[in-house]
């Protein structure tokens, strides 16, 4: 693999993190493991549309060699980090784990 293919997914990976670095504070309950399932859910989004399915709507722009269509693969990776910080949510509220840490058991 070329040393550009390594720069344009160095960027996609920080795109994602970005991504769910924003999803999780904004959606909530912050914990420092919080962005990782919506860091993962835009990756494997940005991974899916751009290279599996190779979907380019909109403008593309050149990045280190390669036809990125980016307001697309930003689109995608904010929606797809947003949706997985929900769903986390959703799956922390139904396991409701903050009742079951030591020290949070109502008593006293």
Same mark, same amino acid.
């Given at each position: ?5 390594? /720069? ?33 859910? /835009? ?36 929606? /797809? ?28």
């Amino acid at each position: 693999m070329p040393a550009a293919a390594y /720069a344009l997914l160095g960027l996609f990976a920080s795109l994602s993190v970005a991504c769910g670095v924003g999803a999780a504070r904004l959606v909530g309950p912050w914990r420092p493991w919080a962005p990782l399932l919506p860091s993962l859910s /835009a990756f494997g989004a940005l991974w899916l549309v751009g290279h599996r399915l190779g979907i380019s709507l909109g403008p593309e722009v050149s990045l280190f060699g390669f036809r990125v269509a980016i307001v697309l693969d930003v689109a995608v990776a904010v929606l /797809a980090a947003l949706a997985g910080a929900i769903l986390q949510r959703g799956l922390l509220a139904l396991l409701d784990l903050d009742q079951r840490r030591p020290g949070r058991d109502g008593l006293a």
